[in-house]
């Protein structure tokens, strides 16, 4: 028997990395890729901190590139040694919803590494992982483009989420104000930037996470100083943002971001939410007619056109990147991530370096 070292959430905030079987049989839709890079995400933090409840010696991670190493019988684009970086969510391509070009809504959805309520796909936070639906999930990593590998893995999740948040609902012209400066946010508020936002504001209360807006030419609100409603009315003529994205997933966000559209406006909700219920204000809701949409990333219908941006270098999420570590350290990574000491942090399983944090000039255009 085969094995690999595949990082596991043993129980809330109790990580290890494990060695366990190789599984190298495919299903006819699967590709096995051998995973070069992989980003915890604050998703993964639902799990480890115990919000979502999960079955025991779950393997995380779905934000994960790789090397294909063998194809399914009945995988068509795919074959050893393809480059690739997968879709955190896959979806049949099949369904109603899929046929609609809504792939975040298919009745088949599964997501990598979130346990059996998400389809129970094994996590990429490990040496190898299985893709299904890999002509659908995967795209290639082109050679000679000016992207890097930590600019492309990013393109599987984050950053197609907050491209998504924005250009689902967006003309060009427009005002978009993000709530979160963390890295969806950021991804949000640099697409918004790359599509021709006539200005781009983003609002949070970590003064280094605005610095790092500021750099790529957003205008930051520090939510402690501001108001942040007045900062935006103030910045939009008294209207109010076009498109405003909630990059938190957190109730007292949602009730900033909720008063920042302006009447007809809409606010997109990357954000992750487990509550039943919440307090709304709906009769202003109501009057100013905003169009509200959450759920699921539509990645696969999105990646393409991020991807792009990427490989042009007008898009660069890798800059986020604020930790390499190797995956042996899994542990002291998800502590660090969870206790917010580190912005982005990518596991390398195959080299196994020290870890070093990345100085910050490394990080800026
Ligand atoms: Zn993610
Ligand atoms: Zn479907």
């Known amino acids: 028997m085969s094995t690999m070292r595949a990082v596991i959430l043993k129980r809330p905030h109790e990580i290890a990395v494990e060695e366990i079987e190789l599984i190298t049989d495919l299903a006819p839709d699967e590709v096995l890729l051998k995973v070069e890079l992989s980003a915890i995400c604050g998703t993964d933090i639902h799990p480890y901190e115990g919000r979502m409840e999960v079955e025991d010696d779950l393997r995380l991670g779905h934000e994960f590139l790789g090397t294909v190493v063998d194809a399914g019988v009945g995988v068509q684009l795919w074959s050893a040694g393809d480059r690739a970086v997968a879709s955190c969510v896959v979806n049949c391509g099949f369904c109603h919803m899929c046929r609609r070009n809504q792939p975040g809504a298919c009745v088949g959805l599964r997501i990598f590494g979130l346990g059996l309520t998400t389809g129970g796909l094994d996590g990429g936070q490990a040496e190898y992982v299985r893709v299904p639906a890999a002509d659908l999930s995967m795209r290639r990593i082109p050679e000679g483009g000016a992207g890097t590998d930590e600019d492309y893995l990013m393109v599987g999740d984050i950053l197609t989420t907050g491209y998504e948040a924005v250009r689902a609902h967006y003309t060009p012209g427009d005002v978009v104000a993000v709530v979160g400066a963390g890295p969806v946010g950021l991804c949000a508020a640099m697409s918004a930037q790359v599509l021709g936002a006539s200005k781009v504001i983003l609002i949070d209360k970590i003064a280094s996470r605005l610095k790092e807006a500021e750099a790529f030419g957003a205008i930051a609100v520090n939510a402690d100083e501001t108001n942040p409603v007045d900062a935006v009315l103030d910045l939009t003529e008294w209207r109010g943002a076009d498109v405003v994205v909630d990059a938190v997933g957190h109730p007292s966000a949602l009730a900033t971001a909720i008063r920042l559209p302006r009447a007809g406006g809409s606010l997109a909700i990357p954000g992750v939410y487990?509550?039943?219920?919440?307090?709304?204000?709906?009769?202003?809701?109501?009057?100013?007619?905003?169009?509200?949409?959450?759920?699921?990333?539509?990645?696969?219908?999105?990646?393409?056109?991020?991807?792009?941006?990427?490989?042009?270098?007008?898009l660069n999420p890798g800059r986020m990147v604020s930790h390499r570590m190797p995956l042996s350290e899994a542990a002291e990574a998800y502590r660090m991530f969870h206790a917010r000491e580190a912005m982005k942090i990518v596991l390398d399983p195959p080299a196994d370096p020290p870890s070093v944090p990345v100085p910050d000039q490394e990080r800026s255009p």
């Open 274 to 314: 487990n509550e039943e219920t919440l307090e709304m204000p709906w009769g202003e809701i109501w009057f100013k007619g905003i169009k509200i949409s959450g759920g699921a990333g539509n990645i696969t219908r999105y990646m393409d056109e991020a991807l792009a941006l990427v490989v042009e270098g007008k």
